[in-house]
């Protein structure tokens, strides 16, 4: 059985978490900092909430598709 598209979904989803962190990590610092762009700020946890809205919406797509593979298999 091949997983080349289950594969490339999870190298997705870890591309969008790396992301996620490093927006969140950025904001975590400039607030430890007080170094605070208040837009620019709030642009990166948009970008963050939008990649995690991606990330989650991916998962749910994988699973289905693992499901679907499980069920023809007839495994359980």
């Known amino acids: 059985m091949k997983f080349s598209q289950e594969r490339k ?36 946890l948009i970008k963050a909430d939008d990649y995690l809205k991606k990330s989650i919406e991916s998962l749910r797509d994988l699973r289905a598709t693992i499901h679907e593979k499980i069920e023809e298999s007839g495994e359980t």
């Open 9 to 44: 979904h999870i190298h997705e989803l870890a591309n969008h978490l790396t992301i996620i962190q490093g927006a969140v990590k950025k904001v975590l610092r400039n607030i430890e900092e007080k170094k605070l762009a208040l837009p620019e700020e709030k642009e990166r």
